[in-house]
């Protein structure tokens, strides 16, 4: 069953917006230039704006059908919105900001109680305070229990991350994580950061222009040049599984493994929070530039990780080559078109995938 099936049409002075769309469970990342539409969708999804032409299915129930002169209003369509600014009510304490959202949700379809919510986001220690005294990061977290109080059916969010700084967002992520599993309620996010998206979730949303220029898996998009041009203007990110195999509490390190690839990748991390705790699975990130490839395994080196694979694909985009390797899972590798005529790269061409642990970005 798909969690939001529409087609939308609707046009703002020169802007025009033309999409159908099908969004499964899980979290989906919205991602496109600025000024693709990415906004106005979600406001047409949210029932902020209307559209001239269309419809929309939240779980299979229609709540817009212009053909039928069908809407639900925005309160009663059962979605949670985020704004990118997360919009406070600055008289309020935190705890009366969470219990708004509650006042209006239909009671028979929580997904969680007040409570639990509250040491999910780990914010008890703010329920006292006003917005004012919160910080980028708890602000939001705030904003993100406060729709989830609304027992939504759909949560979007609109640029979560672009008012945080770095470590805010790294703070932010592992929320969205930890409640997708935890309450099986399905997001769109919407990102003009591709690496903040590919964090959460590897199913992407390309707009471009108001137009669908792709959907689907990540590394499924890369192999179209088309979605490639989209997205490699904002930073490509290789995102690999790993299982936390135990914690040194001694060192102060956490040891990480993926089983994946050609042989067992076990990485050494600085202490990661308690949040991660044995055997759980996170994502960690890996930007092509910090592989190297070489024709055969070198044994004189620091490098550790060498993972054997095959060449499956190759992109030329002006200078630069994107190789995709096979290594058990897909990596995408970039290198010069010198290294690549250089090495005599080719589709199935054997190579070994080259980089350091501390390269790798431990997505919480």
């Known amino acids: 069953m798909h969690a939001l099936s529409a087609k939308l049409k609707t046009s703002k002075g020169n802007f025009s917006l033309d999409v159908e769309l099908d969004f499964v469970r899980g979290i989906t990342g ?12 979600m406001h047409l999804i949210a029932g902020l704006e209307n559209p001239d032409d269309g419809y929309i299915k939240i779980n299979e129930e229609l709540i817009l059908d ?5 809407t639900v209003k925005s309160r009663g369509r059962q979605i949670g919105y985020v704004f990118q600014e997360g919009r406070l009510f600055p008289h309020m304490t935190v705890r009366k900001n969470l219990l708004f959202g509650n006042a209006y949700a239909n ?23 006003r917005p ?14 406060r729709a989830l109080l609304s027992a939504p059916k759909l949560i979007l969010m609109d640029e979560p991350f672009s008012s945080l700084d ?15 599993k935890t309450l099986d309620i399905p997001m769109l996010v919407v990102s003009h950061d591709l690496p903040d ?14 137009r669908v220029e792709g959907h689907g898996n990540y590394f499924d998009l890369i192999q179209s040049e088309k979605s490639l041009d989209i997205m490699r203007g904002a930073g490509l990110l290789n995102v690999i599984p790993f299982k936390v195999e135990s914690h040194d509490l001694d060192n102060g390190l956490t040891h990480l493994i993926n089983r994946d690839a050609c042989h067992e990748i076990h990485v050494e991390r600085e202490l990661i929070n308690d949040c991660c705790l044995v055997d759980e699975e996170l994502n960690v990130s890996l930007r092509p530039e910090d592989i190297a490839i070489s024709l055969k395994e070198i044994s004189d080196i620091s490098i550790r990780n060498q993972l054997k694979g095959k060449v499956t694909k190759i992109i030329k985009k002006e200078n630069r ?21 250089k090495m005599n790269l080719n589709v199935d061409t054997e190579v070994y995938c080259l980089f350091k642990s501390m390269a790798l970005q431990v997505n919480l």
């Open 107 to 129: 009671k028979s379809q929580h997904r969680i109680e007040f409570k639990d919510l509250v040491d999910l986001l780990e914010i008890r220690d703010l329920l006292g305070k």
């Open 30 to 41: 919205v991602f496109g230039p600025s000024g693709s539409g990415k906004t106005t969708l």
């Open 166 to 180: 770095l470590a805010l967002r790294r703070q932010i992520i592992p929320y969205l994580i930890r409640i997708n």
């Open 197 to 210: 998206l590919l964090s959460l979730t590897q199913e992407l949303f390309l707009l471009k222009n108001g």
């Open 321 to 341: 080559i994107y190789c995709l390797v096979d290594v058990g899972f897909l990596l995408i590798v970039s290198i010069t078109q010198a290294s690549q005529q």
């Open 132 to 145: 004012k005294s919160l910080s980028g990061g708890e602000k939001q977290r705030v904003a993100i229990g």
């Open 66 to 70: 212009t053909d039928k002169k069908f």
